[in-house]
Structure formats: C-alpha cells, structure tokens
Nanobody, 125 residues
Framework: VQLQASGGGLVQAGGSLRLSCQAS????????MAWLRQAPGRDREYVAG????????DYASFVEGRFTIARDKAKNAGYLEMTGLKPEDTAVYYC???????????????????WGQGTLVTVSS
C-alpha cells in the first residue's frame, strides 16, 4: 500500500483546507486510516482516525468539532476537512493506514504500517 497526501497550504486563521490521502492497491476496504501531525520541535500527534468501513471515527480533543475525517471507497481515498483553523494547527500532516480485521479506529501511531509523505499546513494569524 502506498499513500499520497496532498492539499496542504497557507491559510489565514479561521480558514479551511481539505487534505486528501490517495491509497494504492486493492485492499482499501480493509484499511483503518488516520491523520497525524507534527509541528516543529514537537512530537507527532494523532489528529483523527476512521475505521475500515468508515462507520467509526475518532478525533483528538483539540480538533473535535472543527475537523472531519472521511473516506471514499470508490476513489480509494481518505480526507481530512479542516475548518476554523488556528495558528497552532500549523504542522506537517501525515496520513497513515494499517490493515485491520476489526471495525475500529486506531489511535497509536506505532500501529500504522503505511505512511504518506506529509503535507504542510501553515495557518497565519
């Protein structure tokens, strides 16, 4: 499985961006997916996750109500819709995936097998 993240950019505080994660291969429906981010000088942190069917989603408390994670089986793609962006959301955002037999989200970054290259989101004040 290969993941290609895109959609980052420069946006003003309060603005919106939509990140995309294009997955290769024919096992998309068995992948649990997530978005994580890493700001300069900080550890990588979990942002949001989605189960293989898309039926379950999970968010870090600092983005809940502002970000929405989704997936499109027909396009083999995952998305992170970000609204109400704040300067502290500035980071490189990574999509990640792992084959999972369970219909659940996965929070721990160490459990993910596949990673995209990252896309930079910069929020100006």
């Amino acid at each position: 499985v290969q993941l290609q993240a895109s959609g980052g950019g420069l946006v003003q505080a309060g603005g919106s961006l939509r990140l995309s994660c294009q997955a290769s291969g024919d096992t998309f429906n068995r992948l649990a997916m997530a978005w994580l981010r890493q700001a300069p000088g900080r550890d990588r942190e979990y942002v949001a996750g989605i189960s293989p069917s898309g039926g379950q989603t999970d968010y870090a408390s600092f983005v809940e109500g502002r970000f929405t994670i989704a997936r499109d089986k027909a396009k083999n793609a995952g998305y992170l819709e970000m609204t109400g962006l704040k300067p502290e959301d500035t980071a490189v955002y990574y999509c990640a995936a792992v084959h999972s037999p369970r219909e659940t989200t996965i929070i721990r970054a160490t459990e993910y097998s596949y990673w995209g290259q990252g896309t930079l989101v910069t929020v100006s004040s």
